[in-house]
T-cell receptor, first 118, second 114 residues
Framework: ETGVTQTPRHLVMGMTNKKSLKCEQH?????MYWYKQSAKKPLELMFV???????ENNSVPSRFSPECPNSSHLFLHLHTLQPEDSALYLC?????????????????FGEGSRLTVL | AQSVSQHNHHVILSEAASLELGCNYS??????LFWYVQYPGQHLQLLLK??????LVKGIKGFEAEFIKSKFSFNLRKPSVQWSDTAEYFC????????????FGQGTELSVKP
């Protein structure tokens, strides 16, 4: 149990489908992240939310649409994906402090949602 | 831009062998450094971290890492590996003034043969 829960754990979708990934953290953190993990590549930071506000979009295609309704929940809405989008999508959370978003970088990860796009 | 480089993609060792995994980063300012581990089928979890102070940090399960600022390195070591150490290991760096985000290396897969 990591304190960060992701659902679904596995998802198979066609290129024309619309689906969503969900992440919930029970750690009282105020920052949440989406990372993409593909084989043999570094984890790619996709989005960062601090206090529900998106502070980073790392040049992610618009077919990925994040939503953060509150500090505990984070969604990744998926539509018209491509087969190369198949990967493990990791959610993470961390605590931030200070007037500017200063963090230690210590992230707590969920177990990931394994996405396969056919 | 920051980057993190892990030199070994796949390391195969026998039990009781010593381990050293290389990690170099490119960032000139103050950094926080991490090693995360991902056991098969499990989530990424923190192995150890360096924020400041003693450059030799000890983590869980007998792992340690040494921060050498002049070399921009943060290599992971363990004197005697076990089969249960089979996992993927990720080095990561955070610049505190850039929020909490982590920049990861590409990972090193460690296979320990019993």
């Amino acid at each position: 149990e990591t304190g960060v829960t992701q659902t679904p754990r596995h998802l198979v979708m066609g290129m024309t489908n619309k689906k969503s990934l969900k992440c919930e953290q029970h750690l009282g953190h105020n920052a949440m992240y989406w990372y993409k993990q593909s084989a043999k590549k570094p984890l790619e930071l996709m989005f960062v939310y601090n206090f529900k506000e998106q502070t980073e979009n790392n040049s992610v295609p618009s077919r990925f649409s994040p939503e953060c309704p509150n500090s505990s929940h984070l969604f990744l809405h998926l539509h018209t994906l491509q087969p190369e989008d198949s990967a493990l999508y990791l959610c993470a959370s961390s605590a931030l402090g200070g007037l500017v978003f200063v963090g230690t970088g210590e992230l707590f990860f969920g177990e990931g949602s394994r996405l396969t796009v056919l | 831009a920051q980057s993190v480089s892990q030199h070994n993609h796949h390391v195969i060792l026998s039990e009781a062998a010593s381990l050293e995994l290389g990690c170099n980063y490119s960032y000139g300012g103050t950094v926080n450094l991490f090693w995360y581990v991902q056991y098969p089928g499990q989530h990424l979890q923190l192995l150890l971290k360096y924020f400041s102070g003693d450059p030799l940090v000890k983590g869980i399960k007998g792992f340690e890492a040494e921060f050498i600022k002049s070399k921009f390195s943060f290599n992971l070591r363990k004197p005697s590996v076990q089969w249960s150490d089979t996992a993927e290991y990720f080095c990561a760096v955070n610049a505190p003034n850039q929020g909490g985000k982590l920049i990861f290396g590409q990972g090193t897969e460690l296979s320990v043969k019993p």
